[in-house]
């Protein structure tokens, strides 16, 4: 059913998810179906809990769908299985399978409501089972009606699921595990502990590897999930995981973060209902301490069962709606995760009755919440803090226009608009145009204590140490040398201890010029060829040099004869956002009309230079030579601070 019907269907009983006439509107969409539902109904009419939790899963199951063709899906699943038969082959080999595969199952399968193909059989099946668990278990006795409802009595983990025997085939998984914990009085009932010994095992079951082919359609039947040897990602694995709790009784979801506020992409995670009331984050398929959370976040949403009718009222309000505020099953727990405040914003712009307010994400302005016009303002409840956001509107053709200036919401809660002040002028000295993240940061110590030698003997018996690098390795460095008055025939980089020699290019100037060019290079032995001496002088700041010796490996040039040297540029290993001598960057500041360029530059150092810059501004910093990644940043005491 499309889903301007569905919402039209959803509008009529909005209010509250619980009351009769919506759950009357599901059974009418159900069609044909219909049937199998009321057998449901009627099955439980002597069980009044019972019958109030299916009224519960019928009455909010629009919106839920999975996939038409179900047959030629679950072919699909088959085959995907059968790989598994192959694990001892080679991640190449084993790639070539799972494309074929792919390729083979290349037709779509449009969406079905599960309130068209849902048995009855099936859904009462799933009900029973997880009324076992809840009042006959161990480990959700803790929950009441409300909780049980979105925690443990679904009938799937996510969207396209199979219907298939998914409780039955994950009760006995990990088990024997689990069975002594009951007969411990520290652990006896206690889902914190059920869970931790699950997610101990589940390490260990989870298949180490990574095959990386997409097809048509996602894993979703559970068992099939659980074991391919294709890359599972966050949304896979905490699926998988989910499911496997709720076979044993133990209380989970999934929440999300749709965009990072200072980073690209989103972030997916599995919660635990403990006994204490409050939800424990873990990652799927990984150690239950192990949550990954911590960073700025601007907004945390919960996958629920229930329809949210605030999100059911958005979608009637007109067409015009970011996508991600277009599936109705989900509520906000931001306030569960970080410190929030209610931001009411005066627009200057103004389309349709809602607003949105967006983080940068990935080179665009990515909505992450909504706010309902009051006249000219609107307000925006329970935003995290530390990040810069943008008011945005939906114009009528489709497009997110800005509504009011950016503004960023500190740490304490203060509301700062960042606005360019034309009449005030700076000069930025920038060095990076992405922030180091944590998952490279731990590369960039490699070079500490490493040196910039010459010597006129090829051995380097009477090497002079020009330069010993000290600082951590996020931005490149330069070495002057207008004071050394010999000349060198051989120059190189010198290994810090156990650092491997992990340096990017070298870059040596005279009179202006990089004379770094037919010279032979000299240096220790890479066994790996992706690891080569020659990568520290292609001009490509991710490729680097590194030494299968931990120490005392180096890199460097035979100029053939002593020659003199005005500065020498180093580029660490890098993530490849540090300014690189020779690229081309243009610098970017944002007012009312949006992105304003402030000219570009080719780099001849290890930073670039713009001057006549707006004070206040917003800016962003594109190398026009190659990358993707880029950050937004205000610039405050000669320095770059990243949002």
């Given at each position: ?63 839920h769908v999975s996939y038409r063709n179900q047959e030629y899906v679950e072919k699909y699943y088959d085959e995907i299985d059968s790989v598994n038969l192959h694990a ?19 037709e779509t399968s449009p969406p079905v409501q599960y309130l068209r193909i849902i048995s009855a059989a099936y859904l009462t099946d799933n009900i029973d089972r997880a ?506 005491n000669g320095k770059q601070v990243w949002w």
């Amino acid at each position: 059913m499309k889903n301007c019907v569905l919402l039209f269907l959803l509008i009529m009983a909005a209010g509250c998810t619980k009351s009769p006439s919506l759950l009357e509107q599901a059974l009418e969409i159900s069609g044909d179906n219909r049937i199998e539902l009321e057998k449901i109904l009627y099955h439980y009419r002597n069980e009044p809990l019972k019958l109030k939790a299916a009224q519960f899963l019928i009455a909010n199951m629009p919106g839920h769908v999975s996939y038409r063709n179900q047959e030629y899906v679950e072919k699909y699943y088959d085959e995907i299985d059968s790989v598994n038969l192959h694990a001892d082959l080679g991640n190449e080999e084993l790639v070539d399978i799972y494309k074929t595969i792919v390729a083979k199952y290349s037709e779509t399968s449009p969406p079905v409501q599960y309130l068209r193909i849902i048995s009855a059989a099936y859904l009462t099946d799933n009900i029973d089972r997880a009324f076992d668990d809840w009042q006959n278990g161990t480990w959700a006795a803790h929950l009441n009606f409300e909780e049980f409802c979105e925690y443990l009595l679904p009938y799937k983990a996510s969207e396209y699921q199979t219907l298939d025997n998914w409780r039955e085939y994950f009760s006995d998984t990990v088990y024997g595990d689990m069975f002594c914990l009951p007969y411990n009085a520290h652990y006896s009932r206690y889902a914190y502990w059920a869970c931790h010994t699950v997610q101990q095992k589940l390490i260990k079951l989870n298949p180490k590897r990574y095959i990386d082919v997409r097809g048509q359609y996602s894993i979703r039947r559970m068992h099939s999930l659980m074991h391919t040897l294709l890359k599972k990602d966050c949304e896979d694995s905490n699926i998988a995981n989910v499911s496997i709790l709720r076979a044993k009784g133990i209380p989970a979801m999934t929440d999300f973060t749709p965009f990072w506020p200072n980073r690209n992409l989103g972030h997916e995670w599995c919660t635990l209902l403990e006994n204490t009331g409050k939800n424990r984050p873990f990652q799927g398929l990984d150690a239950l301490e192990n949550s990954h959370i911590g960073a700025p976040m601007a907004k945390v949403f919960r996958r629920c069962y229930a329809i949210n009718p605030e999100l059911v009222e958005l979608n009637m309000s007109g067409k015009n709606i970011p996508s991600l505020f277009r599936k109705i099953h989900f509520i906000d727990v931001t306030d569960e995760y970080i410190r929030t405040d209610d931001i009411t914003v005066n627009l200057d712009v103004q389309h349709g009755q809602y607003a949105y307010l967006s983080v940068f994400n990935d080179a665009h302005w990515r909505p992450v919440h909504w706010g309902k016009l009051n006249g000219s303002k609107v307000t925006f409840k329970n935003m995290g803090r530390d990040a810069v956001y943008l008011p945005l509107c939906m114009s009528e053709e489709r497009q997110l226009i800005p509504a009011a200036p950016p503004f960023i919401l500190t740490p304490l809660g203060e509301v700062k608009p960042v606005v360019p002040d034309m009449s005030q002028r700076q000069t930025l000295k920038l060095i990076r145009k992405f922030p180091v993240s944590r998952f490279t940061s731990w590369v960039f110590k490699l070079i500490i204590g490493a040196e910039i030698q010459a010597a006129n003997r090829a051995d380097f018996c009477d090497a002079l140490t020009l330069h010993t690098i000290r600082e951590y390795g996020t931005e490149a460095g330069e070495i002057l040398l207008d004071t050394l008055k010999n000349k060198y025939r051989y120059w190189r980089f010198y290994s810090a201890p156990k650092g491997q020699c992990s340096v990017a290019e070298l870059n040596f100037i005279r009179q202006g010029k990089n004379i770094t060019g037919q010279e032979k290079i000299i240096g220790s032995t890479a066994e790996d060829k992706n690891y080569a001496k020659a990568h520290v002088f292609d001009g490509d700041p991710l490729t680097f040099f590194s030494s299968p010796d931990a120490s005392d490996s180096w890199v460097g040039l035979d100029f053939g004869e002593p020659v003199n040297i005005d500065r020498i540029l180093y580029l660490p290993r890098t993530d490849g956002n540090i300014v690189t001598y020779g690229d081309e960057y243009e610098l970017k500041y944002w007012d009312s009309n949006g992105w304003n360029s402030l000219g570009r530059k080719v780099a001849d150092n290890v930073h670039v230079t713009f001057e006549n810059c707006p004070v206040g501004a917003l800016f962003l910093l594109h190398d026009c030579t190659r990358g993707v990644e880029e950050r937004i940043f205000t610039y405050e005491n000669g320095k770059q601070v990243w949002w």
